[in-house]
């Protein structure tokens, strides 16, 4: 059974840095793409950055709206996958979360709640 544990969320000034962390247990983690997906209330969850698996490259991708400021990165001996957002703007309040790049209802976690305040 697959389970992913969302940290590091705050409350932080704009302009200001986060780093999210979420750790996956069970054994899957190294062979699949990863994403950190984002929601706020009464909006859907978007996908905001994606890293592929280290045999395939380990390539990323970003929404255009975080492109420049988060960076996405995995450390598959720690079975863990992050997210340093740096300039963060009061847009980027909301609960954070991890999953494969193609969602998994039964992976969804609690998510970690980021707000940037002005």
């Known amino acids: 059974q697959v389970q992913l544990v969302e940290s590091g969320g705050g409350l932080v000034q704009a302009g200001g840095s986060l780093r999210l962390s979420c750790v996956a247990s069970?054994?899957?983690?190294?062979?699949?793409?990863m994403g950190w997906y984002r929601q706020t209330p009464g909006k859907q969850r978007e996908l905001v950055a994606r890293i592929a698996r280290i045999s395939s490259g380990g390539s990323t991708d970003y929404a255009d709206s975080v492109l420049g400021r988060f960076t996405i990165s995995r450390d598959d001996d720690k079975n863990t996958v992050y997210l340093d957002m740096n300039s963060l703007k009061r847009e980027d309040s909301a609960v954070y979360y991890c999953?494969?790049?193609?969602?998994?209802?039964?992976?969804w976690g609690k998510g970690t709640l980021v707000t940037v305040s002005s």
């Open positions: 069970g054994s899957i983690f190294k062979i699949v793409a």
């Open positions: 999953n494969t790049d193609k969602p998994i209802e039964q992976y």
